[in-house]
């Protein structure tokens, strides 16, 4: 018999199921009560869940968001995805969903590696931090009146994936520069540099720093994601100014997994870097 591999689900497809499984647990309905309501067999929505599919029907999803009670505005988005998924693109920029795939993916992965060229990566940032970042963007990026509710929803995000049982594997490559840019002032640093120092400490969470002596590098000019997910399904993520891209074609993945290869080897040692930010905790 020959075996046929699982597909790879592609980001918007991933955002709908993370979606749909939020939906279902937010109306506290469980597989078998969707299976019976809906006369389906029980394992078609674990299926669904799992996205073990290689179409989407637009019925089952416009069934399933009405029987979740999902607004107007996302049961359209949703069942939007499900008529696009046939179609086979290589990246994706959406202003109408960032950052929703983003925090889907982040919550679901396995894995995450990730260079950071300009600021802290945001699982790793301290609340002052956070705040000093978007100081400098108020009325540009970051409204007055939505810097607290920013701050708790980072809150939240950081606990809900650093602090559960199992947490994912993360290993983070930051350019010198991340360092020496002065967010916040000297304390704030301090305060963030012992964080970076705390949490690489733990077990599942590895730091190198990228020294401005290595010179140009395998990804001078921009910072990347590489996201791991269950069996061989993954996704790179960009940054960019505004929306991010997202990366899925395979080759292009090997091209990112390459890159970050390259800049382990550049890198300083989890050990020297540990030292790395010793010193400059106290300098």
Not at 25 to 39: D, I, M, P, Q, Y
Not at 89 to 116: H, Q
Not at 228 to 250: K, P, Q
Request: with cysteine; charged share 30%.
């Amino acid at each position: 018999m020959i075996h046929m591999p699982e597909p790879e689900i592609p980001v918007r497809r991933r955002y709908l199921i993370s979606r749909l499984k939020a939906l279902r647990t937010s109306a506290g309905l469980t597989h078998a009560r969707v299976a019976e309501t809906l006369g389906w067999d029980r394992g078609k929505l674990n299926r669904l869940e799992q996205g073990r599919f290689r179409r989407l029907n637009t019925a089952d999803i416009m069934a399933l968001t009405s029987l979740y009670g999902a607004t107007g505005e996302e049961a359209e988005l949703l069942v939007q995805i499900a008529r696009d998924s046939k179609k086979v693109n290589w990246w994706y920029r959406y202003s109408d969903l960032f950052p929703g795939p983003f925090l889907a993916l982040e919550a679901e992965a396995e894995k995450c590696e990730e260079f950071a060229a300009l600021v802290v990566p945001g699982l790793c940032q301290t609340r002052d931090y956070m705040q000093s970042l978007m100081a400098s963007s108020l009325d540009v990026t970051v409204p007055r009146d939505e810097v607290e509710a920013r701050l708790r929803v980072r809150a939240e995000r950081q606990r809900s994936i650093l602090e559960r049982e199992h947490p994912p594997r993360l290993w983070y490559i930051l350019d010198e520069s991340v360092l020496r840019r002065q967010v916040g002032g000297q304390d704030v640093m301090r305060g963030q540099i012992q964080h970076l120092l705390e949490l690489g400490q733990r077990p599942t969470i590895d730091i190198q720093i990228l020294p401005y002596e290595v010179g140009a590098h395998a990804a001078t000019g921009f910072a990347f994601l590489n996201f791991y997910f269950a069996g061989t399904d993954r996704v790179t993520y960009i940054e960019t100014d505004r929306d991010g891209l997202y990366v899925e074609e395979s080759a292009q993945l090997e091209r990112y997994s390459l890159v970050f290869d390259r800049l382990q080897g550049s890198a300083l040692s989890v050990e020297d870097s540990t030292r790395f930010l010793e010193d400059a905790l106290h300098s």
